[in-house]
Nanobody, 133 residues
Framework: QVQVMESGGGLVQPGGSLTLSCVVS????????LAWFRQAPEKEREGVMCLSWNRMYTYSSASAKGRFTMSSDSAKNTMYLQMASLQPDDTAVYYC??????????????????????????WGQGTQVTVSS
């Protein structure tokens, strides 16, 4: 059974930092592309960062570039999102996702995760990040 579970959300002041974690269990972790998404109220879910399944390439959305860092730890089946210089517009529910042998794409500041072979995309339940004074 595949299980995806993110954690680490909370309240942070503008300019502050926060690190999110996501454990992906029940899969061969190193065969899966990994990604972070977020969804703010009244907005569509958007890709934040994506890490290729071979761990060679990292893609960032326009808003994340220069502020966020994505990484993974195979020994712990865990992916991370380090966020710095947080702004109120970063307030959203953050989701992690994993998809076997999927590809990451970035175009005009937009990050997507997909698989032409139709592999299942696994999602976490989300963790709330609130940036406010």
């Amino acid at each position: 059974q595949v299980q995806v579970m993110e954690s680490g959300g909370g309240l942070v002041q503008p300019g502050g930092s926060l690190t999110l974690s996501c454990v992906v269990s029940g899969v061969i972790f190193d065969d899966y592309a990994l990604a972070w998404f977020r969804q703010a109220p009244e907005k569509e879910r958007e890709g934040v960062m994506c890490l290729s399944w071979n761990r060679m390439y990292t893609y960032s959305s326009a808003s994340a570039k220069g502020r966020f860092t994505m990484s993974s730890d195979s020994a712990k089946n865990t992916m991370y999102l380090q966020m710095a210089s947080l702004q109120p517009d970063d307030t959203a529910v953050y989701y992690c996702a994993a998809q076997r042998k999927a590809y990451c794409l970035e175009n005009k500041g937009i990050v997507v995760l997909g698989s032409p072979s139709g592999e299942t995309k696994y999602w976490g339940q989300g963790t709330q990040v609130t940036v406010s004074s």
